[in-house]
């Protein structure tokens, strides 16, 4: 099993940037394909992006292509969500979540994801 802990939320204004981390403890973190997921009030959870567990492989969604960035650092136990260009509509909960390097499933749907973290605001004033 694998412990994820986000850190980074907080309050920002449209076209600003905030940089959210996950860290990880438990089994070998290298083991994971680690994904980012957002959810607004009164809204389904939505994947924002993947990165699977040598960081050679990313995933984003077309909502946040090209603004956001996805990195882990192996070393670390840690993956990181960049935002740049923050947009009203990015407000959400963000959650981490992990899911075995090799599943075979999608990386966009959060069912295929076992461990999750507890979550962090984000909230983009316009």
């Known amino acids: 099993q694998v412990q994820l802990v986000e850190s980074g939320g907080g309050l920002v204004q449209a076209g600003g940037s905030l940089g959210l981390s996950c860290a990880a403890s438990?089994?070998?973190?290298?083991?994971?394909?680690m994904g980012w997921f957002r959810q607004a009030p009164g809204k389904e959870r939505e994947f924002v992006a993947a990165?699977?567990?040598?960081?050679?492989?990313?995933y984003y969604a077309d909502s946040v292509k090209g603004r956001f960035t996805i990195s882990r650092d192996n070393a670390k136990n840690t993956v990181y969500l960049q935002m740049n260009s923050l947009k009203p509509e990015d407000t959400a909960v963000y959650y981490c979540?992990?899911?075995?390097?090799?599943?075979?499933?999608?990386?966009?749907?959060?069912?295929?994801?076992?461990?999750w973290g507890q979550g962090t605001q984000v909230t983009v004033s316009s």
């Open positions: 438990g089994r070998i973190f290298s083991s994971y394909r």
């Open positions: 979540a992990a899911q075995g390097a090799y599943y075979a499933g999608s990386v966009y749907y959060s069912r295929g994801y076992p461990y």
């Open positions: 990165i699977n567990w040598s960081g050679g492989s990313t």
